[in-house]
């Protein structure tokens, strides 16, 4: 099973972006679909997944806002975040969704002045 290693998160004031990547101990060329979730105090919600065939998609409260990639030589997916808002704050995991892969340790998203 492909291990996933999240990273780029941090403080950042409201407007702010910050770019967070998730490193794959192996290829995720063969994965169809993986995703960038994120668990705030009660709450964990699928922020945006993309498909082995590019394919997006996300959450309604951060679209037009956040944007999901990878690079297949690299074995990256990453999340472009901008426009950031304090209600963004929150731990970030990305995960395989297909096939169900495990967590990670996650990074932390701090939006805040």
């Known amino acids: 099973q492909v291990q996933l290693v999240e990273s780029g998160g941090g403080l950042v004031q409201p407007g702010g972006s910050l770019r967070l990547s998730c490193a794959a101990s192996g290829s995720i060329f063969s994965i169809n679909a993986m995703g960038w979730y994120r668990q705030a105090p009660g709450k964990r919600e699928l922020v945006a997944t993309i498909?082995?065939?590019?394919?997006?998609s996300y959450v309604s409260s951060v679209k037009g806002r956040f944007t999901i990639s990878r690079d297949i030589v690299k074995n990256t997916v990453y999340l472009q975040m901008n426009s950031l808002k304090p209600e963004d704050t929150a731990v970030y995991y990305c995960r395989s969704i297909n096939p169900v892969g495990s967590w990670g340790q996650g990074t932390q998203v701090t939006v805040s002045s």
């Open positions: 498909t082995s065939g590019g394919s997006t």
